[in-house]
Each structure stands twice: as C-alpha cells, then as structure tokens.
C-alpha cells in the first residue's frame, strides 16, 4: 500500500480518530470491517492511499473489477457519511449514503453516491452504487 500515512495522523474518512487506529488495520488485513459503514470508510481512505490491493478485495466477487484506475493528480478532500441502512454487525447486507469530495487539477467534484454492502462468510464487500446529484 503506498501509504503516505502517519500514526498520528488523523484519519482520512473523517471519523475524527488516528489513522492507524481507524482505517489502516482493516486496509492492512489486521482486522475486518464490522460494519458496512466500516467498510465505505475504509474503502474511502483506501482511495486516498491507493491501496488497490485492498479496493479490489472488498469488492463483491460479482462485481469486481480486473483493476483499479486512479487519476493523476486527484487529491480527496473530504468525505461525509449522510444516511445508513442495515449494514449492522448482525446484518447480511447495507446501504450507505455518502458524500466525497476530491479536486482534479484545482477544479473540485463531488461523488454523491448511494453503495449497496453484501456481506459474505463474516466479511463485508462493496456490491455496487448508485450515483445521486
């Protein structure tokens, strides 16, 4: 993972706790996500990272890609986590509603999507999303 990271760093999804006690165990495979919520973080920091080892393993074998593309000089800024459904520890699938924001060569975007969450022999995978504006 090219982590640019630090250990007390805060973390990148926005959940206001240290990098390396919130999203980097679960892109490292130290430790599962509990929560499809968990997992749309954690995926979202992967992206800053590009850790796409980790973005193609949490991806539901259904609708997983052959890879991941990143685009040169995207810089995330920013994500906000509006609604969940399901998606609990005791839950076999999810929704998360969530709201990224990145720029591109200086010009900003945002990534208004609603992600649907399978959970598979304990493990949560991202199934697919619908983009919202």
Not at 48 to 57: G, T
């Amino acid at each position: 993972m090219p982590a640019t990271s630090t250990e007390a760093q805060p973390c990148h999804c926005g959940s206001r706790t240290l990098w390396e006690t919130c999203c980097a165990p679960i892109i490292r495979g130290d430790r599962a996500a509990a929560t499809a919520a968990a997992l749309m973080r954690s995926r979202y920091s992967a992206y800053v990272v590009e850790a796409e080892s980790y973005l193609l393993a949490s991806w539901h074998p259904q609708t997983r890609p052959s890879r991941v593309r990143f685009t040169n000089g995207q810089r995330w800024l920013g994500l906000q986590v509006k609604n969940t459904a399901s998606g609990g520890v005791d839950d076999k699938a999810g929704t998360v509603e969530f709201v990224a924001r990145y720029k591109i060569d200086g010009r900003g975007h945002r990534l208004h999507e609603v992600s649907r969450f399978e959970r598979l022999e304990g493990q949560w995978y991202y199934l697919d999303g619908q983009h919202l504006n």
